[in-house]
């Protein structure tokens, strides 16, 4: 299966400032999905981020908030602009991995915003 | 709208002890079943994926079983050992119009204690 080496591991920001999560894999990959977790809450896809074209966001995410790059077919970036303390989360990227479509995840950026 | 259940939120157990994890989900129609683990602040791994057509998976001490007409599946831990301890994700992708949105639970945080 695939590796996803996603960076930063965790940060601390001050709030109304951006920060940008990495993710590469080490294998071409169509799609590059990007979720959220709150704490104590599960995972919630924040959007699909397809290579060459613009990223499809779920209901209640939007573009100017969580902007999403897909250069290429192995690496992806995620965003979190002008952050309040509600986006305090974990953030990971994902992809379909093999025939059988599973999933694999990234290590997860733990973000703390004060 | 697909709802994905796990109960209880957390179980703590001598080492030695087999154990059975439960998640269930509202509607049928899936695609597969994958249970993951996921380490304090850090992000998912795969433990087994069920394809909708299958009923069960083993891999080494874990096998997991898919009841799809129920909605449910099982995640049975033999024989288990501290490091074990994490929490235990279940998801299901929806066979809907192609999505490839995983809908999480909230996951069952598991103690093992030597």
């Known amino acids: 299966s695939a590796v996803i080496s996603q960076k930063p591991s965790r940060d601390i920001c001050q709030r109304g400032t951006s920060l940008t999560i990495q993710c590469q894999v080490d294998s071409q990959v169509t799609m590059m999905f990007w979720y959220r977790q709150q704490p104590g809450q599960s995972l919630t896809l924040i959007a699909t981020?397809?290579?060459?074209?613009?990223?499809?966001?779920e209901s209640g995410f939007v573009i100017d908030k969580f902007p999403i790059s897909r250069p290429n077919l192995t690496f992806s970036t995620l965003t979190v602009s002008n952050m309040s303390p509600e986006d305090s989360s974990i953030y990971l990227c994902?992809?379909?991995?093999?025939?059988?479509?599973?999933?694999?995840f990234g290590s997860g950026t733990r973000l703390t915003v004060v | 709208k697909q709802e994905v259940t796990q109960i209880p939120a957390a179980l703590s157990v001598p080492e030695g002890e087999n154990l059975v994890l439960n998640c269930s989900f509202t509607?049928?129609?899936?695609?597969?079943l994958q249970w993951f683990r996921q380490d304090p602040g850090k992000g998912l791994t795969s433990l087994l994926l069920i394809q909708s057509s299958q009923r069960e998976q083993t891999s080494g001490r874990l096998n997991a079983s898919l009841d799809k007409s129920s909605g449910r599946s099982t995640l049975y831990i033999a024989a288990s050992q501290p490091g074990d301890s994490a929490t235990y994700l279940c998801?299901?992708?929806?066979?809907?119009?192609?999505?490839?949105?995983?809908?999480f639970g909230k996951g069952m945080k598991l103690t093992v204690n030597p």
């Open positions: 981020a397809n290579q060459g074209s613009e990223a499809t966001y």
């Open positions: 509607d049928s129609a899936i695609y597969n």
């Open positions: 994902s992809v379909r991995t093999g025939s059988v479509y599973g999933y694999t």
């Open positions: 998801a299901v992708r929806p066979e809907q119009g192609g999505s490839e949105k995983l809908v």
